[in-house]
């Protein structure tokens, strides 16, 4: 079953993806794109798992795994900058200030290097068998402060999002995925976590839209 839900969320992501790039065709170089890496990352996060049962346990899987990790720590942070560079296309006046655009820039670097260090470089996996899915986890605890502070910010600018323009797509995909992780307690045997992360994700495609929408800018 929850073989067939990593597969079933493969595929939606990679329908986000599609949808995405097609948003975002006319400049792809954009910051605001920054959470279409996001997507790739995850499109081959969930791929993974889905087929971990059909590789089995050994050295491929687990290498396929190390670079679920990889992925994780070079791409999530990028949410920041997307955050800002949100806030900068909708021509708030903060987020033109030279100071918060190097702010959330070295925030970025600096997570993502944090990530590298702490929970990539050195990294130990082991195999887990678990609700008919079969993944390599990290054998030490993973550090959350990358999401914590990942999460925070998008919590922020959701409620900036709200407050200036009545948009409150991103603030409910972040606190849905925030719940989750306290659902995902209580929910063991089933993949809650990844569900609402999806949820997440497509918030973030529809503020995209909506900053394409709402933008003084033409071809952003």
Do not use: C
């Given at each position: 079953?929850?073989?067939?839900?990593?597969?079933?969320?493969?595929?939606?992501?990679?329908?986000?993806?599609?949808?995405?790039?097609?948003?975002?065709?006319?400049?792809?170089?954009?910051?605001?794109?920054?959470?279409?890496?996001?997507?790739?990352?995850?499109?081959?996060?969930?791929?993974?798992?889905?087929?971990?049962?059909?590789?089995?346990?050994?050295?491929?899987?687990?290498?396929?795994?190390?670079?679920?990790?990889?992925?994780?720590?070079?791409?999530?942070?990028?949410?920041?900058?997307?955050?800002?560079?949100?806030?900068?296309?909708?021509?708030?006046?903060?987020?033109?200030?030279?100071?918060?655009?190097?702010?959330?820039?070295?925030?970025?670097?600096?997570?993502?290097?944090?990530?590298?260090?702490?929970?990539?470089?050195?990294?130990?996996?082991?195999?887990?068998?678990?609700?008919?899915?079969?993944?390599?986890?990290?054998?030490?605890?993973?550090?959350?402060?990358?999401?914590?502070?990942?999460?925070?910010?998008?919590v922020i600018m959701g409620i900036i999002l709200i407050k200036?323009?009545?948009?409150?797509?991103?603030?409910?995909?972040?606190?849905?995925?925030?719940?989750?992780?306290?659902?995902?307690?209580?929910?063991?045997n089933f993949p809650i976590m990844n569900v609402l992360e999806?949820?997440?994700?497509?918030?973030?495609?529809?503020?995209?839209?909506?900053?394409?929408?709402?933008?003084?800018?033409?071809?952003?």
């Open positions: 079953m929850n073989t067939f839900v990593y597969f079933l969320l493969t595929f939606g992501y990679l329908t986000l993806l599609i949808l995405g790039l097609f948003l975002s065709k006319k400049n792809i170089l954009n910051l605001t794109n920054m959470f279409l890496l996001v997507i790739v990352g995850l499109v081959y996060d969930n791929l993974i798992i889905a087929l971990g049962r059909f590789f089995g346990e050994g050295k491929l899987l687990e290498g396929l795994s190390f670079v679920r990790f990889l992925l994780h720590a070079l791409f999530t942070p990028l949410l920041i900058l997307f955050a800002w560079s949100i806030a900068f296309k909708l021509d708030l006046a903060w987020a033109k200030k030279k100071f918060w655009k190097i702010v959330f820039s070295i925030l970025t670097i600096g997570l993502i290097l944090y990530e590298l260090f702490t929970s990539v470089i050195g990294l130990k996996l082991r195999a887990k068998r678990e609700n008919g899915v079969l993944t390599y986890e990290s054998i030490e605890s993973v550090s959350p402060v990358m999401v914590i502070l990942v999460t925070l910010v998008l200036n323009f009545h948009f409150p797509g991103l603030l409910i995909g972040t606190i849905i995925m925030t719940l989750g992780s306290v659902l995902a307690i209580w929910i063991s999806f949820l997440l994700v497509l918030s973030l495609l529809l503020t995209k839209r909506f900053q394409i929408r709402n933008s003084k800018k033409p071809n952003t």
